[in-house]
């Protein structure tokens, strides 16, 4: 039997939805101190997709005649979300990388526009772009070491218990 819209229901559709898009981040007061949430809150830098429809980014890509491939972008992610989510209503945290470096190549470029277009000579624009794409390096990184879907912290607790000795170095 075929999963299709008709037997799935619209609100477990959206439900899916939610959770993998804005599902937000759970907090503990024990080391790594989070869980994966939806991948806007995973990810927050990835939200910069949207501005790509600003009339001043969207002037620039259609200059160098990327504003079709860069708006498909969204476009594809949400089909291939609503494909993951027919196959199985919530995902892992694994089936975002489906969706993430998509995301990821068209939250750069809309930056990347928006700086060309707003930023035309280099100051606090690039000095703001650099940290924010630091910072989504470093969450990634921490990401990396949460003991989910099967990940070698989650196969080995005691490597996620030596990372935290040595994180919380002052606590040990």
């Known amino acids: 039997m075929f999963v299709t819209l008709a ?3 619209l609100g477990n559709l959206l439900s899916g939805l939610q959770f993998c ?10 080391f790594p101190f989070i869980d994966a949430g ?22 620039e ?21 609503v494909l993951d989510i027919l196959w199985t209503p919530f995902l892992l945290v694994r089936y975002h990388m489906d969706l993430n470096y998509l995301l990821s190549i068209g939250a750069y470029a809309s930056l ?9 000579e280099e100051g606090m624009g690039s000095r703001v772009l650099a940290v924010l794409l630091v910072l989504a390096a470093l969450q990634n990184a921490w990401l990396i070491i949460l003991p989910q879907d099967s990940n070698f912290t989650a196969y080995y607790p005691e490597m996620l218990s030596l990372l935290g000795r040595v994180f919380l170095f002052w606590q040990s």
């Open 7 to 9: 037997n799935l229901g």
């Open 21 to 30: 898009f804005f599902n937000p981040l759970h907090t503990y007061s024990f």
């Open 38 to 59: 939806g991948l806007f809150f995973n990810h927050p830098i990835l939200l910069a997709n949207v501005l790509m429809v600003l009339p001043r980014p969207l002037k």
């Open 61 to 81: 890509m259609r200059k160098d005649h990327t504003a079709g491939l860069l708006l498909m972008i969204p476009v594809t992610v949400f089909l291939i979300a």
């Open 112 to 120: 990347m526009y928006l700086h060309k277009a707003y930023m035309k």
